[in-house]
């Protein structure tokens, strides 16, 4: 017989405490910890997985590939949990992402987005949309130039179908605070200008393991972790989105 506690599964006590880091984080921001949605990052990472996640606590989670994510979607309908595709999403794979996902915070074009509109089942509510922005130009990267934002935001707008709901970025990898932050903070104005245009947008998608303190010091509303809650990825090569 059992008498020793079992220990928590791992990525329970990780989700717990990256929930608290990201409370802690709002604190510091003087923000309030209900602003701020973790989405769990939850690419390469198995079934189960997700389960000890959301009985951690978290309910919103994160696939970058269209087929990996929808068997999830599928396997786990039995959970109320909201799903947000946010990885680099091809013409051809649309509809799929249209009918099994709540969110999609990687938008860079057009097209995507009329396909995403036209295939939205009407039954269910408008998909939730961000666009990606590539706030310092990388070669092989994905979003759409700063100064593109505005015409493709109100394209967007006002497609049926769809409610656009701010904008999203994967800034430069590095370990420097200040330069995260001057990052961020330049999304953070690309925001302001379409609120000031007139657009009802609110959302930055913004943040991941490696700097999401310095995205909601600069007022991230959706940070994106993976590896801090479920640990290194089983295929860290294709872990920074589809060739
Ligand atoms: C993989 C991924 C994340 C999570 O990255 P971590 O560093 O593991 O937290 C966040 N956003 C996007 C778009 C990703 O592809």
Redesign the pocket.
Known sequence: MLTRPQNPPPVRAEALATLSAVRGAAQRAGRPAASITLIA?S?FQPVPAIREAHAAGLWHF?E?YVQEGVAKVQALADLPLTWHF??ALQTNKTRVVATHFAWV??VDRLQLAERLSAQRPVDLPPLQVCLQVMLVAEPGKAGLAPADVPALAAAVAALPGLQLRGL?C?PPATADVATQRVHFRALATLLAELQSAGLPVDTLSMG???DYEAAILEGATHV???????GA?PHPTE???PA
């Open positions: 990052v690419k994160g970058n946010i990885g915070h990687t999203m994967i991941m393991s490696g994106r972790i993976g590896t801090a809650i479920f990825r872990a920074a989105g």
